[in-house]
């Protein structure tokens, strides 16, 4: 239990909103906007019992509608499927796992448990996205098994490895094709974003771990290496690399956005799972590099600008809304500073807007893309600064996307994604994204619950929320 300090609202809203603003790094009332509305936050247990019940909305909307399928549209009562049209594989239900056992939801767990021994079937004659299956189902099955500790959550997660495994060993490069063919084994598609590349140590280093095969992890390393080897003289990266002649298909670094957002991510995480010094170096190599070429003060705010690779020439100034998760590696990584100012810029946009939109112009702040898929990313951040640093400021952050959540997201059967969060009322369209039940609700839970089914000293998330370090048994 990590009890709310009487001082809160002094923190934030100080003997005045402007100082607490300053306190915050932020101009003016900007604070206030948000819709804290200057009000001391309900205890921390109440929060946690409202995240449940909210979580249970949602899942209980998948149940209705699409149990076993993988993604809800609530607004339709109907469903989609994320991978191939016609052929779910229950994703929701895999990426739902581990939440389920840290909210102590263990008749709904075993409910999807069921569900996935009775009906997974990887015999698919489609084109599954590699990295995607590689962070949302061979993640899901890995923290599921880490969280029950069934076998057969273990014997599918490696079937799910050996299943996409080929789409680096088969490579000339050893960097991965992006698609498989689950049933046939074709590979296809040379040109992924370095995200594809380099997103997968995690999941294949546990992998390895749970197996004592090293093979997923020479695997996932091998590919790493691969890009490194391929920076510029600046210690820059592109974003895009043909896999199979190993040359870049563009010129510009957009870190920490996608489509390369993840592959820094996980150097470090290779550093804090496994102590592999290559990826800390590598990650300390490309930290350096982004300090000299790509952060910026703009407007008073912490940016990552994007530049040419080879020249470090500005290229633009957009932000993914994708990216705000980076202010949480990058106080991992010893930039506390840096990291909670970059948390810092992103809290002045959602005060400007109570949903952030995909993308924004730094510059002006204005939209260049309005929807937002219940992104989870900015929340992510909060939770790992929490954890970090116990500052009551990412309690109180997170607790205004949980009400904006509840006040724009929620419908009468779950939470959906926003179409257009600049108009007032903000426009819903209708889904809800598997990586919601993995997310969104996983990082409010662990924020205000202190379960004691969930490690706060040792644990590690993957990009997709999955625990795949720090679960307790209960
Ligand atoms: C998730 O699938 C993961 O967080 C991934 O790393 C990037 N984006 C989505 C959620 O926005």
Redesign the pocket.
């Known amino acids: 239990m990590y009890p709310l300090k009487p001082s809160r609202r002094q923190f934030l809203l100080g003997t005045s909103a402007a100082a607490a603003a300053a306190a915050f790094g932020m101009p003016g009332n900007a604070y206030a906007a948000t819709g804290s509305g200057g009000t001391s936050l309900p205890p921390d247990q109440e929060i946690a019992a409202d995240v449940r019940t909210e979580f249970l909305h949602a899942w209980n909307g998948y149940k209705q509608f699409a149990w076993g399928h993988d993604q809800v549209m609530p607004l339709s009562g109907t469903y989609s499927e994320f991978f191939v049209s016609g052929h779910p594989i229950g994703l929701s239900i895999i990426e739902a796992l581990d939440t389920l056992y840290v909210m102590g939801l263990d008749d709904e767990l075993a409910l999807g448990v069921d569900w996935i021994k009775n009906n997974l079937n990887f015999e698919i004659d489609g084109d599954f996205h590699v990295f995607?299956f590689i962070?949302?189902v061979l993640g899901g099955l890995e923290a599921g098994y880490l969280a029950t500790g069934d076998p057969e959550l273990l014997r599918l997660s490696v079937q799910a490895g050996d299943l996409v495994l080929p789409a680096f060993t088969k490579s000339p490069t050893g960097m991965p094709y992006q698609y498989v063919n689950l049933a046939t084994g074709a590979l296809s598609g040379n040109t992924p974003p370095i995200?594809e590349i380099g997103?997968n140590i995690l999941e294949f280093g546990l992998l390895s771990q749970l197996t004592g095969d090293p093979k997923y992890y020479q695997a996932a390393k091998t590919a790493y290496k691969a890009v490194v080897e391929r920076r510029s003289s600046l210690d820059l990266l592109a974003s895009y690399l043909n896999i199979e002649t190993g040359a870049w298909a563009d010129s510009t670094d957009q870190a920490p956005n996608?489509p390369v957002?993840?592959f820094y991510e996980y150097l470090w995480g290779g550093w804090a799972m496994f102590r592999d010094q290559d990826c800390l170096d590598w990650y300390r190599m490309f930290t350096a590099a982004f300090k000299k070429y790509l952060v910026e003060d703009y407007n008073g705010y912490t940016w990552f600008k994007q530049v040419d690779f080879t020249t470090g020439e500005l290229v633009s100034r957009d932000q993914s809304e994708?990216a705000a998760?980076y202010g949480e590696v990058l106080a991992h990584g010893g930039d506390v500073a840096l990291g909670e100012s970059y948390y810092r810029t992103w809290a002045n946009v959602a005060s400007q807007y109570p949903v952030l939109p995909e993308e924004i112009d730094y510059t002006t702040l204005a939209a260049l893309s309005k929807g937002n898929?219940l992104?989870?990313?900015y929340l992510?951040a909060a939770f790992d600064l929490y954890v970090q640093l116990r500052s009551d400021v990412y309690k109180t952050t997170s607790y205004d996307y949980f009400q904006n959540m509840k006040t724009y997201n929620r419908t009468p059967h779950g939470y959906t994604i926003i179409n257009d969060v600049t108009t007032r009322p903000m426009v819903q369209g209708d889904l809800f994204?598997a990586?919601s039940f993995a997310?969104n609700f996983k990082y409010l839970w662990l924020i205000f619950s202190n379960t004691p089914r969930y490690d706060y000293k040792t644990g590690y998330l993957s990009?997709?929320?999955k625990i795949l370090r720090g679960l307790r048994r209960a």
Do not use: C, V
């Open positions: 995607e962070i949302r995200a997103t996608p957002d993840s994708l998760f898929q992104r989870p990313e992510n994204p990586y997310e990009t997709e929320g």
